[in-house]
């Protein structure tokens, strides 16, 4: 089992960067693919990036590739999410997530339905 702790989150205004960490304690992050997803108010969860274990293959929704990257860093047992150019639509509570599964597509490790454990979540707000 592994606890997720997200943090980084806040409010900034469109164009400025945010950097989000995923701490998890418990058994080694390094033991699941990683994913960060993310809710706005009255709309459904979004996937937003995975990254395999070892980190050398990322992934990401359409609408975040060339602005957002994810990494890892398991020896310190943390992901992050580095986010460039935020925009007002950017604004959501993100959530990191661990998936003990072995996926066959990138688009399926695109599905929550696959991922184990998650976070509280942090907010960020984008402001126009």
């Known amino acids: 089992q592994v606890q997720l702790v997200e943090s980084g989150g806040g409010l900034v205004q469109a164009g400025d960067s945010l950097r989000l960490s995923c701490a998890a304690s418990g058994r080694t992050v390094g033991s699941y693919v990683m994913g960060w997803f993310r809710q706005a108010p009255g709309k459904e969860r979004e996937f937003v990036a995975h990254?395999?274990?070892?980190?050398?293959?990322?992934y990401y929704t359409d609408s975040v590739k060339d602005r957002f990257t994810i990494s890892r860093d398991n020896a310190k047992n943390t992901v992050f999410l580095q986010m460039n150019s935020l925009k007002p639509e950017d604004t959501a509570v993100y959530s990191c997530?661990?998936?003990?599964?072995?996926?066959?597509?990138?688009?399926?490790?695109?599905?929550?339905?696959?991922?184990?454990?998650w976070g509280q979540g942090t907010q960020v707000t984008v402001s126009s």
């Open positions: 990254i395999s274990r070892n980190g050398g293959s990322t």
């Open positions: 997530a661990a998936s003990p599964r072995y996926f066959s597509s990138a688009n399926g490790a695109s599905d929550p339905k696959y991922y184990t454990y």
